[in-house]
């Protein structure tokens, strides 16, 4: 990403935070040029632990495209934050009232603008054992079927050895090891121009999950175990979509 296009907001936010990552993290990013280079893109990726939106933020940084996190609105709010996370173009979201009309009105504003929008269908980090990915939300699957734009699966691992949200432990070792892969955009072609009913959106936010766990089976290098017990959820997915 060329520095004289980043602005000043965002050039600062860089400055201060990757010559901390780089002396706390060392890293391994694969197959970065799944990211597509422009246009709107929804990232999607698993939530292990507090520290991994800095390390999913920093892979997508060197992929050449800066990242749109998704954030309480409240924090928007606060003095001095709220004016740093609008310059550096971060989205608030109003969650639980009918404000959140306007929270969906500004992703889709987002990514008309050709941005990178970044969420964590889970919601918060994974209750899961053994921090495997739990049951997504359907807001990325929402966003998609709203706006067309591709969905990217993202899977980390390492940043819970940084902070593991079940000891709330903090390690400050220097070159901790992290990896990130991204994978092609998600098939969500059998749900194109669909209704957006609760069973397709489940059904296209089980596609996603799927692909995000795969993908950190690959970078775990273990057997997968079921994204989540749901009962029937296999005569759910679309035929295509292997559930296991």
Same mark, same amino acid.
């Given at each position: @990403?060329? %520095?004289?296009?980043? $602005?000043?907001?965002?050039?600062?936010? !860089? $400055?201060?935070v990757l010559?901390?990552l780089?002396?706390?993290t060392?890293r391994?990013?694969?197959?970065? *040029?799944n990211?597509?280079? +422009?246009?709107?893109?929804?990232?999607?990726a698993? /939530?292990?632990s /507090?520290?991994d939106?800095l =390390?999913v933020? /920093?892979?997508?940084?060197?992929?050449?495209?800066?990242?749109?996190?998704? #954030?309480k609105a409240?924090?928007?709010?606060?003095? %001095?934050?709220?004016?740093?996370?609008?310059?550096?173009?971060q989205?608030?979201?109003?969650? $639980?009232? %009918? &404000?959140? =009309?306007?929270?969906?009105d500004?992703?889709?504003?987002a990514?008309?603008?050709g941005?990178?929008v %970044?969420?964590?269908p889970?919601g918060?980090?994974?209750?899961e054992p053994g921090?495997?990915?739990m049951? #997504?939300?359907?807001?990325?699957?929402?966003?998609a079927?709203?706006?067309?734009a591709?969905?990217?699966?993202?899977a980390?691992w $390492?940043?819970e050895q940084?902070?593991?949200p079940?000891?709330?432990?903090l390690?400050?070792?220097p070159? @901790?090891?992290?990896?990130?892969?991204?994978?092609?955009?998600? *098939?969500?072609?059998?749900?194109?121009?669909?209704t957006?009913?609760? &069973? =397709?959106?489940e059904?296209? +936010?089980?596609?996603?999950?799927?692909?995000?766990?795969d993908?950190? !089976?690959?970078?775990?290098g &273990?057997?997968?175990?079921?994204l989540y017990?749901?009962?029937a959820?296999?005569?759910?997915?679309?035929? /295509?979509q *292997? !559930?296991?």
């Amino acid at each position: @990403m060329a %520095v004289r296009r980043l $602005g000043f907001w965002r050039r600062l936010a !860089a $400055g201060l935070v990757l010559p901390v990552l780089y002396a706390w993290t060392r890293r391994t990013w694969l197959a970065l *040029d799944n990211i597509p280079a +422009t246009g709107g893109v929804i990232i999607v990726a698993n /939530h292990a632990s /507090h520290f991994d939106p800095l =390390v999913v933020a /920093h892979y997508i940084y060197g992929a050449g495209r800066w990242p749109r996190f998704l #954030g309480k609105a409240s924090l928007w709010r606060l003095p %001095v934050l709220g004016p740093f996370l609008r310059k550096v173009q971060q989205i608030p979201v109003e969650r $639980g009232s %009918v &404000e959140a =009309v306007k929270s969906l009105d500004a992703l889709v504003g987002a990514l008309q603008e050709g941005g990178a929008v %970044v969420i964590y269908p889970e919601g918060t980090t994974t209750r899961e054992p053994g921090l495997w990915p739990m049951r #997504g939300k359907t807001g990325a699957a929402r966003l998609a079927l709203v706006t067309g734009a591709p969905v990217i699966p993202l899977a980390n691992w $390492g940043a819970e050895q940084i902070f593991d949200p079940r000891t709330n432990r903090l390690r400050l070792r220097p070159r @901790m090891p992290v990896t990130v892969i991204s994978g092609k955009p998600v *098939d969500l072609s059998p749900w194109a121009g669909a209704t957006p009913t609760r &069973e =397709v959106l489940e059904q296209m +936010t089980d596609a996603i999950m799927l692909d995000v766990r795969d993908l950190l !089976a690959e970078l775990r290098g &273990e057997e997968p175990p079921p994204l989540y017990d749901r009962p029937a959820r296999r005569a759910q997915v679309a035929p /295509h979509q *292997d !559930a296991e």
